[in-house]
């Protein structure tokens, strides 16, 4: 069985980047697959689009199609990957969900936990990259680099930092599951230390095998 290595933190903290060049340096040793939440199959992606454009939606709906979103993209890419051996880099996955919907919307985590437990079974990520970031510095981010801002995007600040406050109830929930990682470091940085900590991961896992 492979390795499940998911990417979370708020936006802006460069989890994407981050993702593809912890894979870059993977990739010269093991079979990486990098994917990506809400997406990473076709249906997945549709729902993707409804979600980031759609305005107006209501909490419960959205957390609904996130988990939608997620069992498809598990059964149809994940899983396959992690049979193969492969060492699996998601960018979000359920932790996002219990941090926006769960806290941010407070539409109540033991729901959303609920919705998600019945989508993903019992297939959880064996290692989970936090980016740490405030949320104002993430937002400059966003607005310096000219990304293109998606409805999440677009929430006030009230609602980000609950985001960060429900990722850090999260950590300290799963404090062996989750690497908290620096983001306001440099790129080069961020990368050397999440390499680092994914490789220790690496190696526990074949110990354990």
Do not use: W
């Amino acid at each position: 069985m492979g390795l499940f290595i998911t990417f979370e933190g708020p936006e802006g903290s460069g989890k994407t980047t981050v993702l593809r060049a912890v894979a870059a340096e993977l990739e010269k040793v093991h079979d990486v697959v990098t994917t990506r939440e809400p997406g990473g199959v076709e249906t997945a992606e549709a729902i993707r689009n409804i979600l980031l454009d759609g305005e107006g939606m209501d909490g419960r709906t959205e957390a609904l199609l996130f988990a939608a979103a997620r069992r498809e993209h598990l059964v149809q890419k994940v899983l396959p990957a992690l049979e193969a051996n492969c060492i699996v880099l998601c960018d979000r996955f359920v932790d996002s969900s219990l941090a926006y919907q769960g806290y941010a919307r407070q539409i109540g985590v033991e729901g959303v936990q609920r919705i998600n437990d019945f989508a993903v079974e019992d297939h959880h990520p064996d290692m989970t990259i936090y980016l740490d970031i405030p949320a104002e510095l993430g937002r400059e981010r966003i607005a310096i680099n000219q990304r293109e801002q998606n409805r999440l995007d677009k929430e006030d600040i009230v609602f980000h930092d609950a985001v960060i406050a429900g990722y850090k109830e999260l950590i300290a929930q799963n404090p062996g599951r989750f690497a908290v990682i620096d983001a306001s470091c440099s790129v080069d940085e961020v990368v050397a230390d999440v390499v680092s900590v994914v490789r220790q991961q690496i190696e526990k896992k074949s110990i354990e095998n």
